[in-house]
């Protein structure tokens, strides 16, 4: 939820972000955590079964039943803990999101900073991403790509 000060200079070494997982923080750290699968990560609903997890530092992102599942292409750069808005960097165009319909129904999420209409969704603890993306101009629409974060099997 909190608006990220450091906008796209974020920088946090993966190996250092895992080693302070690996010492017990306040993280889910035993729940078992599943890739996207298409015939397990939502029902018949569209909605979300499972709780969305952020799989580089196992904060929840957000809960069951809060977002639906939406074919819609969107480009995404590679996943990192430091990019570049604007540039042209690598990346994938992302089929499959979870639509959430107000941001509060997130758990966290944080946002980069924004370029023009566009920011993107990062994790709001360790500010990995891009995870997703939201156009200020639709403000109702979130999307979460839903192969850039895991799942809980609780
Ligand atoms: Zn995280």
């Not at 990220?4 to 729940?31: C, Y």
Request: net charge negative; glycine share 8%; with cysteine.
């Amino acid at each position: 939820m909190a608006e990220s000060t450091e906008g796209e200079e974020v920088a946090v070494p993966i190996s250092r972000v895992t080693a302070e997982l690996l010492t017990g923080q306040s993280k889910s750290n035993a729940v078992q955590l599943i890739d996207f699968d298409l015939a397990k990560c939502y029902g018949d609903d569209k909605k979300n079964s499972l709780m969305l997890i952020c799989g580089n530092c196992k904060c929840k992102v957000m809960k069951p039943g809060t977002g639906t599942l939406t074919d819609k292409e969107f480009f995404l750069p590679d996943m990192t803990t430091k990019y570049a808005i604007g540039t042209e960097p690598a990346g994938e165009t992302i089929k499959d999101h979870w639509l959430v319909v107000d941001m509060f129904h997130f758990e966290n999420v944080g946002f980069s900073r924004s370029v023009e209409d566009l920011k993107y969704l990062i994790c709001a603890d360790c500010e990995v991403g891009p995870i997703g993306w939201h156009k200020t101009g639709n403000p109702n629409e979130f999307y979460i790509a839903c192969t850039r974060v895991k799942y809980a099997l609780e």
